[in-house]
């Protein structure tokens, strides 16, 4: 069986917590930075990302704060959260939301903690 050391995992990781400053909620899952933070982007807010620690089920994860006041920039429906380095203009992380919600430009948006992860190597 493979297996990696914690340390593999947290370099990665890391590297989100270093740069993680945005999170974007979005019409579908986007694939590059432009799609995150332009064509399917419907809302940001700032945010930021915990040191790494262990995975529930194995592996490592960083949490992305919550968001308690985001900025609806569109009106859809966001199904996927993206989280960017606006400096650098990367796209970090995907995902789906738990569930679906309905938004309406100028208004706000919260989001609880996300968790990113790495599971343990099969």
């Known amino acids: 069986m493979a297996t990696?050391?914690?340390?593999?995992?947290?370099?990665?990781?890391?590297?989100i917590t270093s740069n993680?400053?945005?999170?974007?909620?979005?019409?579908?899952?986007?694939a590059d930075y432009t799609e995150a933070t332009s064509t399917y982007s419907l809302g940001?807010?700032?945010?930021t990302a915990g040191a790494a620690q262990d995975r529930t089920g194995g592996g490592r994860e960083v949490v992305i704060a919550a968001v308690s006041a985001g900025s609806v920039?569109?009106?859809?429906?966001?199904?996927h959260y993206a989280v960017v380095d606006s400096v650098s203009s990367e796209?970090?992380?995907?995902?789906?939301?738990?569930?679906?919600?309905?938004?309406?430009?100028g208004n706000?948006?919260?989001?609880?903690?996300?968790?990113v992860g790495i599971p343990d190597p099969a």
Do not use: K, M, R
């Open 108 to 115: 706000n948006f919260t989001l609880t903690a996300i968790s």
């Open 73 to 79: 920039t569109g009106t859809g429906t966001a199904t």
């Open 4 to 15: 990696l050391s914690d340390n593999v995992f947290d370099s990665g990781l890391d590297y």
């Open 20 to 30: 993680a400053d945005e999170i974007h909620i979005c019409s579908q899952e986007p």
């Open 91 to 105: 796209l970090l992380a995907t995902g789906d939301l738990s569930s679906s919600v309905s938004v309406t430009s």
């Open 44 to 47: 940001n807010g700032s945010t």
